[in-house]
Structure formats: C-alpha cells, structure tokens
C-alpha cells in the first residue's frame, strides 16, 4: 500500500510517498482500497502547519475524505461487506476518530465508519463529495435552519466562486428555490464559471479590492443579499459584504483565506443581522444521525442529478507533492482528485 507521511511541516515537499506492507484488518474491521481521494485547501493549510487542530503535530497522514471498494474483512464482519463500494463517512478519516487521514491506498476502519454509494457516483468521486456538498448542506441548509433562515427565495453570494465548495454550493442553493450569485476574484475564470451561477461578479481589479457591494445591491434592486456564504471572513472584503447584506441577513463564515483587517460590524444592528461561523465539526458533534441526514441528501442530489462534482484534474497519488502546488497556484477550477495505484 501506498501512505502519505508528513514528518515536518513545510511546502510540497515534505509530502513523503511511503510504500507499506498491505494493512490486515483486525476482528470487525474491513479494509477499503481507496479509488478517490478528494483534496482540500485544510490539506495546504495542515501541511504548512496552520490547521493543527485538525493534523496535531507531526508525523501525519493528510486527507479529509476519501472512498473506494471494500477488499478485506476481519473476523466477524457480514461477507456482504465484500466488494461494496463505500464512502469513508465525513467524521471517518480524522485524528479524533483514530484513523488518520485519508492519502493513502488502503484504509482500514468500522463497517459503521462507511456509508454505500449509489450506483450513479463514479469511483472517482467516492471520496470527492463531502468537502465540497456536505459543507454546503451543513451551512447552508442544517445552520441557516437553526439561525431561523432558509435558501428558499434567498439571494447568496458565494465568495471563492471557482472553488469546489462554492460550486456545490450553488447548486444546493438552486435545489432549494434560492439564487447564487458567484464571487470571484479571477476576471479570467467568469465565463468558465458562468453556467454554474445566476449572476457572477468580479471583486477584484488587477488584485485590488473593488467596491463589490454596488455590484450586489444592483442586482438585488437595491435590498441587498441575503445570505453571504464567506471564506474569506477578513478586513475590507467582510466590511464589503457587511454594507451589501440585506435587513435580518446573515453572513456564515467558513474559510480563512483572506487577511486580517478592521472590520465595521456596526451595521448589523441596524440590518438585525447575524455573523457567525461554520464548521463541519459542528454538526459532527450534534451526533450521528445530523450527519447522517446531510449524506443522505448530498448522496441522492448525485443519484438523482441534481447534484454534480465539477473535476478540475485528477493525480496519481504519487504525484501529490505536484498537486499541492496544483492546488496552491489557485487557478483551477473545481475538485482536485488523488486516485491511488493510478498510472
Ligand atoms: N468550515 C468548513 O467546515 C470547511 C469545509 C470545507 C472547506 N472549507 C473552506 O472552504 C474554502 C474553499 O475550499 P476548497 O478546498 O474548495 O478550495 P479551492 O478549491 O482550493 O479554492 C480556492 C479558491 O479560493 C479563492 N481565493 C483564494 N484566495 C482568496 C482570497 N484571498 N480572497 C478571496 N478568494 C480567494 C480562489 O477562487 P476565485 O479565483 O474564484 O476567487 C481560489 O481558486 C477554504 O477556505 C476551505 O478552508 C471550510
């Protein structure tokens, strides 16, 4: 088998491809031999050492997700395990469930730690949906629903709009009767990105920040968005979206990608709006059956068509320290896959 090792934190580099003896699977435990592995910016992050709740300390395995084919089962697990094809459960490939994470060959967990795919999800993407279409789901549908708010007839803008969360986004948006107003700071990506939103804007010019709320509030006939779907969450970009939030909107951070700056929050007084926060590791926490749900749909939107991955380019596994710098340079657009044992 093959396993990523990260013995420092660095650069692309210290990406480390190990050749292992196949993994046996104690009493209970199958052994899945991963066919996908979805990348993430927390991959880059965790490598530089800047997500440390996620990774801990070095020696680690990166990777959030990932799926493939069941290939061995321990003592005591149903033979009809053989041979199905799984996803890795959102909450599997982390520290805190024992595992480690997810770039490597072959995984070794629970029946209980997998979830079946449906037939119409290619073996490319078992492990390259939930980072991008469960986040959204968990945000956009489970939060906003707790905070009091749903998509339905809501305007969104989605900031990182060529970024695979936000191209999930969009449509969970469009699923539930909401429109998606994509965010990009790439003037060169918009017509390659057009299809996937009702509206795109341009934020930045030659990479200054351009007075984008005029944009928004122009295409919202003045009122304002509803909903801003934010990972950037920083400086003059948040204060940007705090002037074109409408009344009783709510701004749902859940990345750091942008800089730290002042930000004026004052006039969500006025607005009665909300800022608050999004993290997957919340809704793991409300337990099994929350997480469970958000499968669910995010499985039958890819059965039912509804849903789809947009695949930017797919690497070999051994070829993960030139995916990270793939995925660092930012210009694709959509979901970088790692498929182990590729040619
Ligand atoms: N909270 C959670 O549970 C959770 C879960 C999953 C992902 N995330 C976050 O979601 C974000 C997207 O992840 P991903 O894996 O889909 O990333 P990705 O595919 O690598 O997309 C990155 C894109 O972000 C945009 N971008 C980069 N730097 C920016 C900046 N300074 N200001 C504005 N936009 C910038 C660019 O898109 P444009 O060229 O279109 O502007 C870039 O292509 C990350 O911040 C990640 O940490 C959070």
Redesign the pocket.
Known sequence: MQQVVVEQFGGPEVLEVRDLEPPAPDAGEVVVRLTSIG???????GRRGDYKLSTGDPPYTPG?EGGGVIEALGDGVDARWQNRRVLLRPETPRRDHGHGGAYRSHFVCRPDEVIDAPDELHDRLLGAVW??HF?AW??LVWMLARLGRSLEGATVAL??????????AAQVVRHHRGTAI?????PE?TDD?ADAYHHVVV??DAGALKPFHRDLKALTDGKGVDVFFD??A?GA?LNTEVRALADRGAIVV??????PGAVDVSPLIRKQAVLC??????LFRTGRDAVTAGCRHVLAGFAFGHYHQRV?RTFPLADVREAHRV?EQ???????ILVPGAP
């Open positions: 990348m993430n910016h927390a991959d880059l992050m959030l980072l991008s986040t968990g945000a900031p990182a709009a060529s970024s695979s969360v936000a191209l999930a994509g965010l990009t700071t790439s990506k990105i934020t930045h990972p950037v920083a970009y859940y990345g750091l990608l942008g800089s926060g999004y993290v997957n590791d919340d930017a995925m930012g210009r694709h657009i959509g979901k970088l």
